[in-house]
Every structure is written in C-alpha cells, then in structure tokens.
C-alpha cells in the first residue's frame, strides 16, 4: 500500500553485501511501502552495488543508487543521501538492520496524527550477526544504565520530516554524526517524540561503527556504564575532544540561530549601530539579547565571530518551523551557549597545573559546569590527568 504523503528512505552504505539484502527485503515487506529509496554509496569494493542495482529492477518504487567517486565516511555520504530525498516524510536507515513489516506504517500514522513533532523515533531490539534475539532493546538498556533518553540519537530508528531536514541540513562535514546533528537539534527545540514499541532488529557485529556501550548484547547496568565511562574518559585526549566539541556547539549554536530568525543579526546590528564592515557581535549572544529588550541586553556582547560554512541564512525557509515560537529557541540557544561557556572553562583548567589546576576544578564544579560533561568523575579526571 502507498501513503498519502511522499515516503523517502535515506540509505548510506560501504561493503555492506553481507547482510544488506535482509535489509533490503525487510523495506520490500512493509504494509506501506515508500516511493524511493536512495542510496549512496562510499566506493564499496564488494558486491554492494551489484545488488542494490538487482533489488532496483523488482521494486515497486523507485530506487536511486549514487557511488561515490571517492570516499566520503558515514557523516558526509549521509548527508548526501539524505539532501537527495524528495520526501515529506525521510526515515534513515542502515544497511545492515532488518525493519519489522509494521515500522514505516507505524511512523507514518504517528507523523500525520502529530503535527507538533518533527523527528519520530522507534525503540529497536539488539540482535547478534546472526539475528539471533536477546531480549534486550536499546531503550531498555539506557533505562537499565540508568542514562538519560536525551543521549537516543539512533539515527536508523528515526523518521524526519522532510521540511525539517531542509532547516537542518546540510550537516558539518566536521560534525561526528548526522544523526547526532538532526535529533540534537530536535530534541533541544522540542520536535522530537520516542516511540516505545520496538520497530526494527538492530544487528551487532564486528563492524559496527557505533561502540556505544548500550548497543551491548548483554545487559549493562548502571555500574557496567560508570566503569565504561571512566575508562573511557582516561583514554582519550581531552584537549582534542574539547576541541572538537566546542566547534561543534558553535556549528550547532549557528545553524539554530539561522532557523530562529533569518534577517535578526543585521536588524539587531543595525539597531545598536554596529558598522557592517566592522567586526559582527557574537550572532546568538545577540539573538538571545534582542529577545530580552535591547537596552538591558547589548552592553558588553564581545566581538566572537563564529565561523560556519553553511549556506547563506537567506536560502532557509522558516515557515516550516514557525509553530515552535521564539521561547524555544532561546531555551535552546540558551543550553547551548552554557555548553560553550563549559567546554571553554574546562579547556582553560586543562591548561593549568598543580594547585591552580586544583582551584580551577574545584570552581568549575562547584559552578556546575562539570554536568556538561558526566559530573564528578570528570572532575577527578581533571585532577589526574596531566
């Protein structure tokens, strides 16, 4: 059966033959099939392609295969595929799962009874290579590990709509994770909704490339993920982590700004007689302030340019998001702007040594700003760590 609403399905893969055709069959016995399906793919070097061409020639929608010249990694070959979608409605999806014949109808339904929502998620069952059950799914285990819902960013279990994706894309090609972006951006402005019912068999194997330690095929609790976080935290480096998450956040704190308002940074500049050719405030710092009353605001924003390479604020279109209201996008904007204050705070504490390292975690957490990155033993990291 065809939904009344256009139906894409965003598919990116790389040496996927092994269990690519179970996931292709699970999308051919949906109760409501899509109109397309697109498919990237990283420059395979098995028979990847080969099949994908052979399910498009019996499929009774239509079927996009794109190979990529070179290499592009999963963010970025995602990202092509899903700016390649025509639907109203996209659902991700990888290539080595296998979809219950009920999950595309069962979104969809939800999608159109829902207009307030605009990313939809699924819970999903973990199974072996051999899609062998265990009883577990990946909401069951952030629940047993006592980790918060907001940290389900599984991006084969979601459903987005299409004019949303056009807000939030194209995602960073330095950004780790297009599914991270999308439900992030969701879930801070409030548009996403879980749905508890398990939809799809979530396939764990040696090369998976998410390692996250609730996609385990054992039961992992709330000790298992503490013990998991602190190893993990003494193994990386966090001056590079830091980094990286602070132009993240930046990247992040842009592209919401450019969905708020298109035309505020030059209203606001021109109103407080900022020069064009100078140098431009901080754009969400501004934001917030026009938001609050100009006069008690303005005084004192600092000159950050934050760098961004995505397209011109001018080519979005806010309609679709104009049912969320300002006061989201503050909060949001907000949350992001204390986790820039955070990342910068620890970043500076990382630089110090000895006793002035010591007063700089003890301020930093008694401010609060170590729950930004998992609390207490983050701090003691800090301390440790040289």
């Not at 929502?117 to 699924?122: E, R």
């Not at 019912?197 to 330690?213: A, D, I, K, T």
């Not at 001056?239 to 035309?263: F, H, I, K, P, Y």
Request: glycine residues 6%; charged residues 25%; contains cysteine.
């Amino acid at each position: 059966m065809r939904p009344a609403v256009k139906i894409s399905v965003a598919m990116a893969t790389f040496n996927g033959a092994q269990y690519l055709p179970e996931q292709l069959d699970s999308i051919l016995r949906q109760e409501l099939l899509p109109h397309e399906l697109v498919v990237c793919d990283d420059s395979s070097t098995d028979e990847t392609c080969q099949i994908i061409e052979h399910f498009a020639n019996q499929a009774p929608f239509e079927v996009r295969l794109v190979r990529n010249i070179r290499p592009l990694q999963s963010t970025a070959n995602f990202n092509q595929a899903l700016s390649l979608c025509s639907g109203d409605l996209v659902f991700l999806s990888d290539q080595d799962d296998v979809w219950l014949e009920q999950k595309i109808s069962t979104l969809s339904s939800l999608a159109r009874s829902d207009p307030t929502n605009h990313v939809f998620m699924n819970d999903a069952e973990i199974v072996t290579d051999s899609l062998q059950r265990t009883g577990l799914t990946k909401l069951g285990q952030l629940h047993s590990a006592g980790i918060s819902e907001r940290k389900y960013v599984m991006g084969c279990t979601a459903a987005i709509r299409g004019a949303f994706l056009k807000q939030v894309l194209p995602v960073p090609e330095a950004y780790r994770g297009h599914d991270s972006w999308i439900i992030q951006i969701a879930e801070g402005l409030g548009v996403r909704r879980i749905v508890r019912e398990s939809l799809q068999l979530y396939r764990r194997h040696g090369g998976n490339v998410s390692q996250f330690v609730a996609n385990q095929t054992v039961r992992v609790g709330r000790l298992a993920y503490l013990l998991n976080r602190v190893s993990d935290s003494f193994s990386r480096d966090d001056s590079v982590d830091l980094a990286a998450r602070l132009a993240e956040t930046r990247a992040m704190r842009q592209r919401v700004l450019e969905m708020s308002d298109s035309g505020l940074i030059r209203e606001v500049s021109s109103a407080a007689g900022w020069q064009v050719s100078g140098i431009d405030p901080d754009p969400v710092a501004v934001s917030v302030a026009r938001k609050r009353g100009l006069d008690a605001q303005l005084e004192g924003i600092d000159g950050t340019n934050l760098a961004s390479t995505l397209p011109p604020t001018a080519m979005r279109d806010s309609g679709a998001l104009a049912d969320l209201g300002p006061e989201k996008f503050e909060v949001f904007l907000e949350r992001l702007k204390a986790l820039e204050d955070a990342i910068q705070s620890r970043a500076l504490c990382l630089e110090k040594a000895g006793v002035g390292r010591l007063g700089s975690v003890i301020r930093l957490y008694w401010q609060g700003k170590y729950r930004q990155f998992g609390g207490l033993e983050s701090a003691f990291r800090d301390l440790l760590v040289k």
